[in-house]
């Protein structure tokens, strides 16, 4: 399969997906921590990648998404955005609602 149609329905198949580096329990840098502590505190399960694993979807994703860094969070397909929006967001409560939403609509 193409790696751009695996990134394709990685994104469409799980309403909260992490493309970081390293795993939630051992983030291997530190814009992937914040992430990862943001995402953890909104209570609900995600989806990750670990691009380190994965040197195609690290490449690849980068033109995907038109975005060079990592972390990415996706939300309903979407690309919400790396470590200084998701914290942004979690502040501002967005986040909180943007995820709990999405799980909501994955439940229905």
Sequence with gaps: MDIMETIKQ???GNKVILYMKGT???PQ???SARAVQALMACGEKFAYVNILEHPDIRENLKTYANWPTYPQLWVNGELVGGADIIEEMYQSGE???LIKDAVAG???
């Design 10 to 12: 990685q994104i469409e």
């Design 24 to 26: 939630p329990n051992m």
């Design 29 to 31: 840098c530190g814009f």
């Design 95 to 97: 986040l909180q609602t």
């Design 106 to 108: 994955e439940e229905a």
